[in-house]
C-alpha cells in the first residue's frame, strides 16, 4: 500500500464529494484500515481531525458561492450538507467571525482553507519495537459502547470506563468494579485492561469494548458484557512512554504508514484490533501495546 498516494487520494475524494454526504467508511476503505485507525492517522498527518478538515473545505467553498450573491443562504447550506440554516449560520460564524449574511458584503475580511496534500517527508529514524504472535480465540469482558471522533474525553466510553463519577455498581468507575469486584485472574498481562476496536464502523461510529480477558466465573456487574475476538495472527508493538491522543495516533501514523508497506503482511479486516495497557504507574518509562491483526501478503498473480 503506498500511503502517500492513498491518503491524497483521500483528499482528492472529499474534494469532489463537499457537496454530497462524506462517509468515513468509504475514505478509509481508500487506504485499507478502520475508520478508528484511519481518523487518528489523518489527524496525526494534518494536525486537525478529518471532520474539522472537511468542514473547513465545506465553509470555505461556501464563501465564495456567498458572494456571487445568486443563492439563497438556506439553499447554500443544504448545498453543504447542513441540517438547517441555523446550523450553517452558526458554524459559518465560528469559521469566519461574521454570519453568511454579512460576508455578502465584498469588503468584509474573511478566511479560506485551501486543499490540502500530503508530501514525502524523512521518517523512520527511530526503530519500532514489534513482535509477531500467534493466539486462539478468546473472550474479553467488559463495557461496550461506541468510540466516535471529536468527544471530550468524559463522554467517550474510555472516559466512562476510567474517569466517569459512579459506576454501574455505585461504587465507583466501571473500571474499578471490574478489576477491584473480580479474580484477579482477569487481570493478568498482557489483556489486563484493554479496549477491542472493531474493524467495521457505522456512521463514524466504532464499535468497542474495553475490559479484560474472561478467565473464570462471571463477576456479578451490572452492564457487563463480552466480546469474542476471533484467533488470529497479530503485529505486536510496544510502546514506552505516556499514552494519549498525540502518543496514540504518532504510534498508529508508524505502524500503517511505514511498518506495513514494507512488512510481508496486510491489515486483517476481520478481526478487531486491540490496545493493551498493563498495569502500572503510567510515566515515561510505562509500556503499552497496539496489537494490530495481520496475514501474509498475498502472492502476485
Request: aromatic share 14%; charged share 20%.
Amino acid at each position: 500500500m503506498d500511503w502517500l498516494a492513498g491518503m491524497n487520494k483521500v483528499l482528492s475524494h472529499i474534494e469532489q464529494n463537499l457537496t454530497q454526504p462524506i462517509k468515513y467508511e468509504s475514505l478509509s476503505k481508500i487506504v485499507g484500515c478502520s475508520v478508528y485507525e484511519f481518523s487518528r492517522i489523518f489527524s496525526f498527518m494534518a494536525e486537525m481531525s478529518i471532520s474539522e478538515y472537511i468542514r473547513r473545505r465545506r465553509l470555505s467553498q461556501a464563501v465564495f458561492d456567498i458572494q456571487k450573491g445568486n443563492e439563497k443562504i438556506i439553499d447554500i447550506a443544504l448545498k453543504y450538507c447542513y441540517e438547517s440554516p441555523t446550523t450553517f449560520a452558526r458554524a459559518f460564524k465560528e469559521l469566519h467571525g461574521v454570519s453568511p449574511k454579512a460576508a455578502r458584503k465584498l469588503s468584509v475580511p474573511l478566511k479560506t482553507y485551501p486543499p490540502i496534500s500530503f508530501v514525502l517527508t524523512i521518517k523512520g529514524v527511530f526503530e519500532m519495537d514489534f513482535r509477531i504472535e500467534k493466539r486462539e480465540s478468546f473472550v474479553v469482558m467488559g463495557l461496550s459502547g461506541y468510540e466516535q471522533e471529536g468527544l471530550p474525553w468524559e463522554k467517550t466510553l474510555w472516559g466512562e470506563f476510567l474517569d466517569g463519577g459512579d459506576g454501574p455498581d455505585g461504587s465507583g468507575t466501571f473500571n474499578q468494579a471490574l478489576y477491584n469486584g473480580g479474580n484477579p485472574s482477569y487481570y493478568t498481562a498482557p489483556f489486563w485492561q484493554i479496549g477491542v476496536y472493531d474493524f467495521q464502523s457505522v456512521d463514524g461510529k466504532t464499535p468497542l469494548t474495553i475490559g479484560a480477558e474472561y478467565k473464570g466465573d462471571k463477576p456479578d456487574i451490572p452492564n457487563l458484557s463480552f466480546k469474542t475476538v476471533p484467533a488470529a495472527t497479530w503485529a505486536v508493538f510496544s510502546i514506552k512512554g505516556e499514552t494519549g491522543p498525540i502518543a496514540y495516533n504518532a504510534a498508529w501514523t508508524r505502524i500503517m504508514t511505514e511498518w506495513l508497506p514494507q512488512s510481508n503482511y496486510v491489515r486483517n479486516e476481520d478481526v478487531p484490533h486491540l490496545d493493551s495497557y498493563p498495569g502500572g504507574k503510567i510515566d515515561e518509562h510505562y509500556i503499552w501495546e497496539i496489537w494490530l491483526p495481520v496475514r501474509p501478503c498475498p502472492s502476485p498473480t
